[in-house]
């Protein structure tokens, strides 16, 4: 019980540093918020009305293309979140501050966690800005409360898979350049997904890819709580994909840092 207490103390003690430092130097987290607010407004007004067209069920009653992209941007806001935790733990380890908490009488097991929680919380925050753009731009969810909820419980389900897998990047990662770079193909996926247009407008080897990658199921589960559009087997099929990639992502991160501890 007093391991646990101890190590619950270091890790809010790795919090505050880590929302601290985001804090100090917002540059990085600004950026993260600005490409999905800038996606948004892209594929809304410059390519929306081409675009939207194509579609034959636009989601809701309004026929309003922004009411088809903001769910997939919205995720997008989280996926490119995982950005800032892979630098920041890159950052951490190649100045030699990992080493130094390593000879300091803390738990292990803070460095990771404060930097997963603070990444999280910092996430979170740039979807909460994107949702009031797309709400700003005409966006109409029809929601109610609970709907609303598990919505933004997903999104956070989300963060925190890729939040972890981002951890690991970052332990394994060179430098920062390195650690920005790999988690890029994350950020872009939900394109190749749901996210701008329905994958069966697309060819028959990506529309596989479209229906079958992790995020196209919570870009539709979102799209019916807010919407109301059929959801059918998507929630099942998306909360397994977040339960598994927290689950790799954390065992992966530990065990590098582990590893990393024993060099």
Excluded at 105 to 116: E, N, Q
Excluded at 141 to 160: K, N, S
Aim: net charge positive.
């Amino acid at each position: 019980m007093a391991t646990m207490s101890y190590a619950a103390r270091d890790s809010r003690t790795m919090l505050r540093r880590n929302l601290r430092k985001a804090l100090r130097y917002p540059s990085l987290t600004l950026t993260v918020v600005i490409m999905p607010i800038m996606m948004l407004l892209l594929f809304n007004y410059v390519f929306g009305r081409a675009l939207g067209t194509g579609i034959s069920d636009l989601p809701t009653g309004s026929g309003e293309y922004i009411d088809y992209i903001a769910p997939g941007i919205i995720l997008m806001a989280a996926t490119s979140g995982s950005l800032t935790v892979a630098i920041s733990i890159c950052i951490d380890k190649t100045e030699g501050i990992v080493n130094r908490f390593r000879t300091m009488p803390i738990s292990r097991a803070s460095f990771l966690t404060g930097h997963v929680v603070a990444g999280v919380i910092q996430t979170m925050t740039s979807v909460a800005l994107v949702i009031g753009t797309a709400l700003l731009m005409g966006f109409r969810p029809d929601a109610t409360v609970v709907e609303w909820a598990a919505a933004i419980g997903l999104l956070a389900l989300l963060t925190l898979a890729l939040t972890w897998i981002s951890a690991g990047i970052g332990l394994v990662a060179r430098n920062a350049e390195t650690a920005s770079n790999i988690p890029m193909p994350l950020t872009f996926m939900p394109f190749i997904g749901s996210a701008i247009v329905p994958p069966e407008s697309m060819p028959t080897g990506l529309r596989w890819f479209a229906e079958y990658q992790p995020f196209t199921p919570i870009i539709e589960t979102l799209r019916g709580l807010w919407l109301g559009t059929e959801i059918g087997s998507s929630a099942t099929i998306g909360l397994a994909w977040c339960v598994g990639l927290s689950l790799v992502g954390y065992l992966w991160a530990r065990r590098t840092f582990r590893t990393g501890a024993k060099r």
